[in-house]
């Protein structure tokens, strides 16, 4: 797996801002924002659930990373995804540090993935909460 999850049944908006301020608490910002669903409306004409990708960053361990693996900054940052289903339930899924960083031949890695993995877990359940 690439990734973990939880369900808010928060409207999208309040689990977006539920989300951010969760990341902030963990010592995350996020340097990018990809609104998926209006990409799409404008490019395409495609009309989509809301679909928001967040592009998540805590500076001391990507600073950590990058000293430990210069080209580690291609699998940065972490993705956060809020997503609307069909049932109006609003998803959360978060991309797995320890999986994607996986990738990488370097003995310091692992424990950096596995604390950013801890900490996104604390956001995954403070949303759930």
Do not use: W
């Amino acid at each position: 797996m690439y990734a973990f999850s939880t369900t808010s049944n928060k409207p999208f908006d309040e689990t977006v801002t539920k989300v951010t301020e969760a990341l902030q608490e963990q010592g995350f910002g996020v340097l990018t924002e990809i609104n998926v669903s209006a990409v799409l409306k404008k490019k395409l004409g495609i009309d989509k659930r809301p679909y928001l990708i967040l592009g998540a960053c805590n500076p001391v361990l990507a600073n950590q990373a990058i000293e430990a693996e210069p080209d580690i900054g291609l699998l940065l940052p972490c993705n956060v995804v809020v997503r609307e289903e069909e049932n109006g339930s609003i998803t959360v899924a978060f991309m797995d540090p320890s999986a994607v960083l996986a990738l990488v031949d370097n003995p310091e890695v692992p424990a950096l993935a596995a604390d950013v993995r801890s900490r996104l877990e604390k956001v995954r359940d403070a949303v759930a909460s």
